[in-house]
């Protein structure tokens, strides 16, 4: 089947997808928590924070009597940073904007990439899944822990990237915590607590830490998490991943959990509005700002067709 073929009849979707949900959808994440021991802090604080989040939006995809095969995503990906006493502060040369096509790997197209002018490069993702829209976010998610790895080598600060590490959505970037630096995953919109846990998370103070509680991650790596309460109902969870060989590693993930609940709490407001208090402003005022790289759907169509005319010349 040709490209040509299936992107003869194209409608714009123009909407932007509220990602967490759908990496939690996707993941079939397992929900049983094995708690392992308590979180013994002491007097840890954070002085410097960067936030890495990505933002997506599906523009187009073709419209066939099947279902659609070709999608068009924008993403953006980028960092803000907090300093204690300091604000926030967009680190501009974080951001990376890159516009993909979503095709079959069945498609006979050999190009990883087109240049089309006005836009740039738009790079062409070949997968074998029948999902498109999964294999876009999947893509996303690399490019997100791609940026957590590279701040948490080269900035003297703590790294947190807003979602989970979930391992179908991580590609070659190790994603293994670095000490003093992380990347650790803040996961929000947690659901179907178990009873048991449901009444530990509420016997909790704010800003305080439940014991943590271990997965394994792959062969190599296991997961180390705990839940931080940071208003009166809500709950975030926090996850590093740390190789299994190297036990002394979950104490130091531990006392780098107990630095960013001295200051978590504190960057959010116990309100029931606008995703307040989980989504905490450092990452929305980051969200806000990766929407303004946006295109419109008007802009998408004229660049699909300079996609077409280039595939079809």
């Known amino acids: 089947m040709k490209l040509e073929d299936l992107i003869k009849s194209t409608v714009s979707i123009g909407r932007e997808v509220e990602v967490e ?36 939006k599906h523009l187009l995809y073709s419209n066939t009597p099947l279902q659609p095969r070709v999608l068009i995503s924008q993403i953006v990906v980028g960092a803000v940073s907090w300093k204690d006493g300091g604000g926030l502060e967009i680190i501009e040369d974080a951001v990376k904007n890159e516009f993909v096509v979503v095709v079959p790997g069945s498609m006979e197209f050999e190009k990883d990439s087109i240049h089309i002018d006005g836009l740039g490069k738009l790079k062409v993702l ?11 976010i999947k893509y996303m998610a690399a490019l997100e822990m791609e940026l957590s790895r590279k701040l948490a080598l080269e900035k003297n600060g703590i790294v947190v990237k807003d979602g989970s590490f979930t391992p179908i959505f991580i590609a070659k970037e190790n994603p293994t915590f670095i000490e003093d630096r992380g990347p650790v ?46 208003g009166r ?33 504190d960057l959010t407001i ?31 169509s004229y660049f699909l067709h300079e996609f077409i005319s280039q595939i079809l010349s």
């Open 21 to 56: 949900d759908m990496l939690q959808i996707l993941s079939n994440e397992d929900t049983s928590y094995k708690f392992y021991s308590n979180v013994e802090c002491g007097g840890e604080h954070a002085t410097k924070i960067y936030f890495v989040d990505g933002k997506i």
């Open 126 to 136: 070949k997968t074998d899944n029948p999902d498109l829209i999964s294999s876009s």
């Open 185 to 230: 995953g803040l996961v929000k919109n947690i659901y179907n607590f178990p009873k048991e846990v449901s009444e530990k998370l509420l016997s909790m103070k704010v800003g305080d830490l439940s014991p943590l509680y271990i997965k394994s991650y792959s062969d190599e790596n296991d997961i180390v998490s705990t839940f931080l309460k940071i």
């Open 233 to 265: 109902s809500a709950v975030l969870r926090m996850d590093a991943i740390v190789q299994k060989k190297d036990k002394n590693m979950i104490k130091k993930a531990a006392k780098f959990f107990c630095s960013l609940a001295s200051v978590i709490p």
């Open 270 to 300: 116990d309100i029931n509005y606008m995703r307040l208090p989980e989504d905490i402003p450092p990452i929305q005022s980051l969200e806000y700002y990766l929407g303004s790289y946006m295109i419109t759907p008007q802009m998408a």
